[in-house]
């Protein structure tokens, strides 16, 4: 499958109108799809295995998307085989009262993967230069001074989030973005779908409604903030999602892509370990 399609370069601020949610790829129908995520999806249990046992890199995953764009199921599905034990999962929410007393990249911060691990952010600080710029009455609850406010604050936060993600790859985090593309009316489909099936009904907030409003500001602030921090090594890939079946392949091949280039082999036990290896084995055998 062609994924540099998806994978947006640098300053690159025509994705939106070139990349079409509808799109599905080579695949023709739902089931194409699912079998090969399923491969994926084992592919990537062997994989991470080795990520934990080389213990040489973390994996940051970040998902965004509009409300109903896939991003808590592409999550569910594609890392469905994945070791618990080795993963995390971290859901940013509106900021608390401690973390809004922080810098915007505190909270993000604190929820870092180690080495050997897989991290996943469902949301991320790019809210804070989204959500927060379609509303910029929400910087008054940083209470920044006068002077650190100025026009210049989404240019400055574009710069330090491209700074953090820089740091950490250089520190041995490996980044991989997913912007899930939805389109409005695949999106009236599923919050319409959330109102009338029973099972779905938890999953409606009347705060989806509201954002929807803004849907052309949205796509502005995306535009901005993806050009300005998709990066060779902490690429976005703009993920069409109205079929989530091609959206959760697309977003397991780029992953397993990214595994793939990595040297995850086996740390060698040295002389001195080996020599004390083979003494166990041979304790073990006696006792057999
Ligand atoms: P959900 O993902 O549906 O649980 O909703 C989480 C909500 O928290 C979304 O409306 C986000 O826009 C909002 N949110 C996340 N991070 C921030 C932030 N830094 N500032 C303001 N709102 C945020
Ligand atoms: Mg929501």
């Known amino acids: 499958m062609k994924l540099d399609r998806y994978r947006i370069d640098p300053d690159d601020r025509g ?48 998902f ?60 991320s600080y790019y809210e804070d230069v989204v959500v927060v710029r379609v509303h910029p009455e929400l910087l008054g609850a940083r209470r920044l001074a006068d002077d650190l406010l100025t026009r210049k604050v989404w240019k400055h936060r574009y710069e330090d989030i491209a700074s953090f993600e820089k740091h950490l790859v250089r520190n041995g985090t490996v980044i991989r973005k997913f912007y899930l593309h939805v389109s409005k009316e695949e999106q009236t489909r599923r919050l319409l779908a959330r109102l009338e099936e029973r099972d779905k009904l938890w999953k409606f907030s009347l705060a989806d409604m509201e954002e929807r409003k803004y849907w052309k500001d949205y796509r502005r602030a995306w535009t901005d903030a993806i050009a300005a921090t998709s990066r060779d090594d902490a690429p976005w890939y703009i993920v069409p999602a109205d079929h989530k079946w091609f959206s959760r392949v697309v977003i397991a091949e780029v992953i397993l892509e990214a595994l793939d280039s990595l040297d995850l082999s086996l740390p060698k036990p040295d002389a001195k370990t080996r020599k004390e290896l083979a003494s166990a084995r041979a304790l073990l055998k006696k006792n057999l």
């Open 15 to 62: 994705a939106f109108t070139r990349i079409d949610p509808e799109d599905s790829g080579p695949f023709k129908d739902k089931a194409a799809a699912v079998a090969r995520l399923q491969s994926g999806v084992e592919r990537l249990a062997l994989l991470q295995e080795r990520l934990y046992a080389s213990d040489r890199y973390a994996l940051l995953l970040i």
């Open 64 to 123: 965004q998307g509009m409300d109903a764009a896939g991003k808590d199921s592409a999550i569910k599905h594609v890392l469905s085989s994945v070791n618990p034990q080795s993963t995390e999962v971290h859901s940013f929410k509106v900021p608390s009262h401690e973390e809004l007393a922080h810098s915007f990249l505190w909270r993000a911060a604190k929820a870092l993967p180690a080495r050997g691990r897989l991290g996943i952010f469902n949301r």
